[in-house]
T-cell receptor
Framework: AQSVTQPDIHITVSEGASLELRCNYSYGATPYLFWYVQSPGQGLQLLLKYFSGDTLVQGIKGFEAEFKRSQSSFNLRKPSVHWSDAAEYFCAVGGEVGIPTFGRGTSLIVHP | KAGVTQTPRYLIKTRGQQVTLSCSPISGHRSVSWYQQTPGQGLQFLFEYFSETQRNKGNFPGRFSGRQFSNSRSEMNVSTLELGDSALYLC?????????????FGPGTRLTVL
C-alpha cells in the first residue's frame, strides 16, 4: 500500500531563513510525487511535481524539491522564506492509475 | 482558463438533512475527484468520476454519493448528515485520461453540520 509521511506537523522559521519540509513515501513502483500548498480557506495549489527525469524539480514561488529514491524522500526546499509563504503544505504520491495519497500536511509559520 | 469552481462556498445544515455540492472542472478536463478535509483525518479521497462513470472510490459509507454530467460538471451528495460530516469538501479536476498525475483543486465547500 502507498503512504506518505510528513514528520513535521508544524515548522516555524524566520522571514529570510531557508526552509526544508520533509516528505517520505512508500510506493511499490515508480512514484509520481507532488507538493501542494493550501492557504487558509482555500483549495490546494500545485507547487511542483516529479514524474521522471531530473531528480531536482523546480516549482512556482521559488520552491524546489529533490527526489531521492534511495531514501524514499521528496523534500521541499526554499532558500529564503517570505511571510506570504505561511500556509499548509501537503506532499502526495500517486501513480499512473489508482488513488493518490496525501500526507497529513505541515503547517509553516513565518516569524517577521 | 477559468479554474475549478465549487458552489456553494459555505453551507450550514442540521443532522439528518441531506446536502448537494457542485463542482465545475476546468474546461476540457474529464476527471473530477472529491476529497474530504478535516483537521483530524487530513485529506481523504471520496471518489473520482471520469466521463460520467465512477472510476475510483474511497472508503466512505454509502451516504456519500456522486455523479458526473455530460459536460463534466459533478455533484456530490451526502444524505442523513452527521456531525462528523462537518468538513471542507474539495473538488479537483484533471485532464489526464488515466491516473491522478496532476490535479487542480477548487476552493472547497465548507460544510457545517449542527
Amino acid at each position: 500500500a502507498q503512504s506518505v509521511t510528513q514528520p513535521d506537523i508544524h515548522i516555524t522559521v524566520s522571514e529570510g531563513a531557508s526552509l526544508e519540509l520533509r516528505c517520505n513515501y512508500s510506493y511499490g513502483a515508480t512514484p509520481y510525487l507532488f507538493w501542494y500548498v493550501q492557504s487558509p480557506g482555500q483549495g490546494l495549489q500545485l507547487l511542483l511535481k516529479y514524474f521522471s527525469g531530473d531528480t531536482l524539480v523546480q516549482g512556482i514561488k521559488g520552491f524546489e524539491a529533490e527526489f531521492k529514491r534511495s531514501q524514499s524522500s521528496f523534500n521541499l526546499r526554499k532558500p529564503s522564506v517570505h511571510w506570504s509563504d505561511a500556509a499548509e503544505y501537503f506532499c502526495a504520491v500517486g501513480g499512473e492509475v489508482g488513488i493518490p495519497t496525501f500526507g497529513r500536511g505541515t503547517s509553516l509559520i513565518v516569524h517577521p | 482558463k477559468a479554474g475549478v469552481t465549487q458552489t456553494p462556498r459555505y453551507l450550514i445544515k442540521t443532522r439528518g438533512q441531506q446536502v448537494t455540492l457542485s463542482c465545475s472542472p476546468i474546461s476540457g478536463h474529464r476527471s473530477v475527484s472529491w476529497y474530504q478535509q478535516t483537521p483530524g483525518q487530513g485529506l481523504q479521497f471520496l471518489f473520482e468520476y471520469f466521463s460520467e462513470t465512477q472510476r475510483n472510490k474511497g472508503n466512505f459509507p454509502g451516504r456519500f454519493s456522486g455523479r458526473q454530467f455530460s459536460n463534466s460538471r459533478s455533484e456530490m451528495n451526502v444524505s442523513t448528515l452527521e456531525l462528523g460530516d462537518s468538513a471542507l469538501y474539495l473538488c479537483a479536476s484533471s485532464s489526464r485520461d488515466r491516473g491522478f498525475n496532476e490535479q487542480f483543486f477548487g476552493p472547497g465547500t465548507r460544510l457545517t453540520v449542527l
